[in-house]
């Protein structure tokens, strides 16, 4: 039986072969590789992947779909929201050993310090949380790749002084080294979304700038709040709120500041002894 796309899932099902073997070959997965696919969907990516690595878990929501891949003898399925996946967890269990926590790089392949390759067709409509929510357990990932709605991907690798850039390229790039690696144009799919589609390959940065996630979050969401205006109107405000007496140019727009930047006024603000809101 013909499964039909449910438009609550968001579901757009890759179909076009060429496209599907680019992709295949942009993630280069080899033998043994602990990697994770979600949303497989109909097996598209998923039967090419699992060819290639010997053994593949996935995270499917839809129950009827998930109920087809188990009979997949190279799959592991989990059924549920991705959003509520332990990844930590899930990383335990595909590598043996996962790392625990911090920041310092393990390489695949090494003893006890393998990580995750995630991929995936994300559903659009859900894509940012997703995101975010493999941002809490990034130490645990050796990369991503996505298939995100272009415009998503845009904003993603945008740099400072342009339109795209904002809130979502600076929450990403602190931690990863991203590019757009493909075009996937709305015929691919079956049923066809109303945007242009790409490729976004993920790369934790081995060495990340030690930071508090939650006051980067609050310091970008406040600096972008209103993106037309100077930031001593929003971000100036705020950082005099809380006395903060370090420099910090605020006669710019949000979109005029490097990530590098916002990641040291919010080490700077860290050490003064400020906090996060929600802390």
Not at 47 to 62: A, K, Y
């Amino acid at each position: 039986m013909k499964h039909i796309a449910r438009k609550r899932f968001g579901q757009h099902f890759l179909t076009d072969r060429g496209i599907i073997e680019d992709i295949i070959q942009a993630i280069d997965p080899k033998p043994g590789d602990p990697m994770v696919e979600i949303g497989p969907g109909l097996a598209a990516m998923t039967q090419p992947l699992v060819e290639r690595l010997g053994h593949l878990t996935v995270i499917e929501l839809d129950r009827d779909l998930a109920k087809q891949l188990r009979a997949h003898p190279q799959l592991t399925v989990v059924e549920g929201d991705v959003l509520r996946v332990d990844f930590r967890t899930l990383a335990a269990d595909i590598c043996g050993s996962a790392p625990s926590g911090g920041s310092e790089p393990h390489a695949v392949g090494s003893v006890g310090a393998m990580k995750l390759r995630v991929v995936g067709n994300l559903p659009y409509n859900i894509s940012t949380p997703i995101l975010f929510h493999l941002l809490e357990v990034v130490d645990v990932v050796e990369d991503q790749h996505f298939m995100l709605q272009k415009e998503v991907i845009d904003r993603m690798v945008a740099r400072p002084s342009t339109s795209d850039y904002g809130r979502l390229s600076v929450m990403l790039q602190w931690r990863y080294a991203m590019a757009n690696v493909l075009l996937v144009p709305p015929q691919s799919f079956d049923p066809p979304p109303r945007v242009n589609s790409a490729i976004v390959r993920m790369v934790p940065h081995a060495e990340p700038a030690v930071l508090e996630v939650k006051l980067l979050s609050e310091v970008v969401q406040v600096a972008f709040s209103q993106r037309r205006k100077l930031l001593r109107h929003t971000l100036g405000r705020w950082l005099e709120e809380r006395g903060f007496g370090g420099e910090f140019n605020v006669q710019r727009r949000a979109e005029e500041v490097p990530v590098a930047e916002y990641i040291a006024l919010v080490q700077a603000v860290s050490a003064a002894g400020i906090v996060a809101k929600s802390s």
